[in-house]
Nanobody, 122 residues
Framework: VQLVESGGGLVQPGGSLRLSCAAS?????????IGWYRQAPGKQRELVAT???????KYADSVKGRFTISRDNAKHTVYLQMNSLQPEDAAVYYC????????????????WGQGTQVTVSS
């Protein structure tokens, strides 16, 4: 599976961005758990938000109330709406997904996209 993120960019503090991650591949039966992680310079990669196949969401405490994760199962796409962005939200945002294969119906886990840069600065 290939994961392609988009929507990153430069935004002023207090602004908003919407990230998208589209999964593609011939062998995708369904996307299971999918989510967003981020990594700022000099820091470890951290979980931002995830959403399960049934729609259960999980958020890092630092983004609760500001970020919203959602998914479009028909498009194999996950979104991250980010509001009230702050300089500490600046990072490379990565998409991560588990999926079920069409051929064997097995669950394959821990696929990563290349990342999209989010910069928050005035």
């Amino acid at each position: 599976v290939q994961l392609v993120e988009s929507g990153g960019g430069l935004v002023q503090p207090g602004g908003s961005l919407r990230l998208s991650c589209a999964a593609s591949g011939e062998d995708i039966f369904s996307i299971n758990l999918i989510g967003w992680y981020r990594q700022a310079p000099g820091k470890q990669r951290e979980l931002v938000a995830t959403i399960s196949g049934s729609g259960t969401t999980k958020y890092a405490d630092s983004v609760k109330g500001r970020f919203t994760i959602s998914r479009d199962n028909a498009k194999h796409t996950v979104y991250l709406q980010m509001n009230s962005l702050q300089p500490e939200d600046a990072a490379v945002y990565y998409c991560n997904a588990d999926y079920i294969t069409t051929a064997t119906m097995e669950l394959l886990v821990d696929y990563w996209g290349q990342g999209t840069q989010v910069t928050v600065s005035s």
